[in-house]
């Protein structure tokens, strides 16, 4: 089986959690574009979706489903994003797209977070997959020095700009023991944005494609 077999598995798996009448979470990346294609196959009476990328809704409206504003709605029953990394705690790295801050937001406003990946995603410690870390521009070699005080390794994405004006860190060789810890030490400096590490909200399921179909963790 092909990653991209495992990851259309998990995306149509989570189509058991959509119905009528919801307003739904979209994160973002290829998980979430397979799952974003099988939900206008599914042609639900949606009362809306709440994008966390420019990508996401440019692909929602093509689609014909509505893009509404987290202003302006009510919090989404369930969002639906794919991962970098989870562990069997359910604690994420997620950002390899650029689209963190946005789906940290979606998630944190969502009543049930539900992600989906390929098995390959699956680690017993986070930090192989570099840790994204979004700062304000001008903070970024200030936070890279800190990267390096807290034992990583960063490197600027360089050229790559988020939906939300701002510069991506990629933070190589942490071996991340203390997820919780981690999240609350990086978001607490100056100029931090957003860290890829969702683990103060985790998922509350884990839906898993892989080569003996789909497991879930909750
Ligand atoms: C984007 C993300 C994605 O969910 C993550 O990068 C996984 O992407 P893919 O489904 O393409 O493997 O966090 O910011």
Same mark, same amino acid.
């Given at each position: 089986?092909t990653? +991209?077999e &495992?990851?259309? /598995?998990a ?8 119905r009528? +009448? ?9 998980t ?6 099988a ?5 639900? @009476? ?22 509404? !504003?987290?202003?302006?709605? !009510?919090a989404?029953e369930?969002? #639906? ?5 989870a562990d069997s ?9 650029? &689209? ?17 990946? +390929?098995?390959?995603?699956?680690? !017993?410690? /986070?930090?192989k997959?570099? /840790? ?10 200030? *936070? @890279?020095?800190?990267? *390096?005080?807290?034992?990583?390794t ?5 050229g ?9 860190? +990629?933070?190589?060789?942490?071996? *991340? ?8 030490e #990086?978001?607490? /400096? ?6 890829g ?10 839906? *898993? ?9 909750r």
């Open positions: 089986m990653q +991209d &495992a990851k259309q /598995l995306a149509v798996a989570a189509l058991a959690h959509v009528d +009448d919801m307003i739904v979470g979209v994160g973002t990346g290829s979430v574009n397979l799952f974003i294609d939900l206008a196959s599914a042609n639900l @009476a949606l009362r809306g979706a709440i994008s966390s990328s420019e990508a996401s809704t440019a692909r929602l409206r093509k689609h014909g489903i509505e893009v509404v !504003d987290l202003n302006s709605a !009510d989404p369930v969002y #639906i994003d794919g991962a970098d990394e705690h359910l604690r994420l790295i997620k950002g390899g797209g650029g &689209a963190l801050t946005r789906e940290k937001i979606v998630a944190a406003a969502s009543g049930r977070f539900i992600c989906i990946v +390929d098995e390959s995603k699956v680690v !017993d410690v /986070l930090g997959f570099p /840790l994204p870390v979004e700062v304000i521009p001008m903070a970024r070699s200030y *936070i @890279a020095r800190q990267m *390096i005080r807290l034992g990583g960063p490197v600027w994405r360089e790559f700009i988020t939906d939300n004006g701002n510069h991506i860190l +990629d933070v190589h060789n942490f071996k *991340i023991v203390d997820p919780v810890g981690l999240e609350t #990086i978001n607490q /400096l100056a100029g931090v944005v957003t860290v590490l969702f683990a103060r909200r985790p998922a509350d399921l884990l839906i *898993i494609g892989g080569k003996d179909g789909v497991k879930t963790l």
